[in-house]
């Protein structure tokens, strides 16, 4: 098998695997491969990604005009040309809309908590790319302030987008921030997370090597803090708050020698940060006492 029909393969093998874990319907999502230094393999428009076949793929260069192929290339292949323009090192993009990683999307809050080990030694943290009108060119430009420093990123109220040196790698990406999603979102359901510590947070990174990760950019300098009140992130970006990101901000608060910082004190009280209301959280049982307390009173 040509390395061309070896990728078209895989392609159609991502997905279906996209398609059966339900992070795309319909004809959601889109996969594209570098074949070489001057063209890509991208899968076409208008097509559900669970039942493509290796014939339907497009060729096209890297200015998204196409060389061969009977159908179009995907409405979204700007974004896809403007990761491989920013990212050198990047062979493969997958873009999909898993829906709890989506949901975090849609509600405007990142994947950057210090939560996992795995995640923290693989991707880092997944920032929001600001909402951009898919197919246009707004995409790439939301997409370019995070693509040099992260692998992986979720699309405001659209999506999520992954990149790696191979179409597997980039998909299993995706699954990992799916995942990530999920856990965090059932602690926050919970009503507790537990965030690892900075300290361990930085720990964590020293061992990328051992591990062979090559993440794209190093965690931002602590010693300027992104916003007010704990838990304060793992640094900033310095500079225009505009320009691409150069290293990626993990929110992780000083364990003063723990390895786990309990994000709620105390029980269930929840710790008051600067500006922000206190949070009173009663059972039904402790609700109704107050409520026939109240009703008495009024007697």
Do not use: W
């Amino acid at each position: 098998m040509s390395t061309e029909s070896s990728l078209r393969a895989d392609i159609v093998e991502i997905g279906r695997r996209m398609y059966a874990r339900g992070y795309t319907a319909s004809n959601d999502g889109n996969i594209s491969v570098r074949l070489d230094r001057d063209r890509l393999l991208m899968t076409p428009k208008g097509v559900c990604k669970g039942f493509l076949t290796p014939d339907m793929m497009c060729v096209t260069d890297l200015d998204g005009r196409k060389l061969q192929g009977d159908r179009d290339p995907s409405s979204e292949i700007l974004m896809h040309l403007e990761v491989y323009r920013q990212r050198p090192d990047v062979h493969a993009v997958v873009h999909a809309h898993p829906p709890i990683a989506t949901g975090f999307a849609v509600a405007g809050i990142p994947l950057d908590r210090a939560v996992l080990a795995e995640v923290l030694t693989t991707l880092g943290s997944v920032p929001i790319a600001e909402y951009a009108t898919p197919s246009t060119k707004e995409l790439p430009e939301a997409v370019r302030k995070y693509i040099r420093a992260h692998d992986g990123m979720l699309l405001a109220n659209h999506g999520a987008l992954t990149v790696g040196g191979d179409v597997y790698s980039a998909y299993y990406k995706m699954e990992t921030v799916e995942h990530f999603a999920k856990i965090s979102l059932v602690a926050r359901l919970l009503g507790r997370e537990n965030l690892i510590s900075r300290e361990e947070v930085i720990r964590l990174q020293a061992l990328r090597g051992t591990y062979g990760i090559q993440a794209p950019a190093p965690l931002c300098d602590p010693s300027t803090p992104l916003g007010a009140g704990p838990p304060a992130p793992l640094g900033t970006a310095v500079g225009d708050p505009g320009e691409p990101a150069t290293c990626q901000v993990v929110q992780a608060p000083p364990g003063a020698g723990l390895r786990l910082v309990p994000d709620l004190l105390d029980g269930d009280q929840r710790s008051v940060r600067p500006g922000e209301e206190a949070e009173i959280r009663l059972t039904y049982r402790e609700l109704s006492a107050l409520i026939e307390d109240a009703i008495r009173s009024l007697r």
